[in-house]
């Protein structure tokens, strides 16, 4: 028996559940310290009413022996796959129902994605990034290249024609940069991609806080690009579940390699490992598409750029720089008077109690930068703002 020792060149645990438990201990030997949770991406408001009213209308379906159902079919029912369509075909862009894979969420995607590509594919991956698309390649033991994301680029790495690569992460808004690219900027991707016959595995989970002008929400917008990309998307984010689990996964048709269409390999595996989401979280997701359930994250989303706003306008106060906080829900800071970002998590941790990310986590380049996200309570975002107020103007 041999166990796959790809595992062992990993870090002991994920960074989030790392700083869960740094944080975890600190609250323990601190109950009377007011802890201030700014580090995992978690959204703290409720579901929109229009998600809940179609989930209990579901629930009371299961109960009901001729409305009941059993496993549905695992890549989604139509009714939220033709919602997805509607979501797309708004902005220009036109799916078919069956290149619509729905799942528990972009993070299990993105993972699971690489069971159809080959151990010997070279991944190029950002730095910094989201880690699990590092982690999830280097437990299959694949080449990783980073392509740097720097003060210098805007954090928006460009193509480079000597990188040799199979796979390319983007992510856009980025985590944990914020950074956003445009449809011209990514049609250069595109271009590199089809060139090399490369594959783009493109996570677009933060797409709803695209608010500017010009800046993509899609690959898809860019032409040629379901020849060569593969898009993730979550309603985390766009939606509040977090804890419901609800994503989707786009993967084209006119996606093919090697004669082999992508679309029938990740069918093929999806049918195999997994059973589909259920019945009641699919109708609560299909209602996030509804006229009412539009309008009604919107203003969830509108509370969270308030956020970003806040914080943004404490850290321009301060003279601090970073990046993010438009367009998106994470402000990237640099480090004030730190060159190690876990320094300085734990000294914002124990001086300020405010938690947030260290830009280490996400890669070399984010060594000395933090990631703040907006996604805690208006309450705690202010009362956060003014703890760093104090802290940095001594
Ligand atoms: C984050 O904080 O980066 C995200 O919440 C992680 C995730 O979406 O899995």
New binding site residues.
Partial sequence: MNLNTNYLKLNESYL?STIAKKVNAYAEAHPDKKILRM????VTLPLAPAVVTAMQRAAGEMGVKESFRGYGPEQGYPFLKNAIRGYYAARGISLEEDEIFVSD???SDVGNILDIFARENTVLVPDPV?P?YVDTNVMAGRKILYADATEKNGFLPMPDENADADIIYICSPN??TGAAYSAEQLAEWVAYARKRGAVILYDA?YEAFVAEKGLARSIFEVEGAKECAIEFC?L??TAGF?GTRCGYTVVPRALVRGGVSLNKLWLRRQTTKFNGVSYIVQRGAEAVFTEEGMAQIQENLAVYRRNAAVLSACLDALGIFYTGGRNSPYIWLKCPGFADSWKFFDYLLEEANVVG?PGSGFGKNGEGFFRL?AFASEEATAEAAERLKILFSK
């Fill in positions: 989030f580090g995992i991406g978690d969420g972009a993070k989201y699990v985590n944990p989970a979550s985390s984010k977090t990310t996200t």
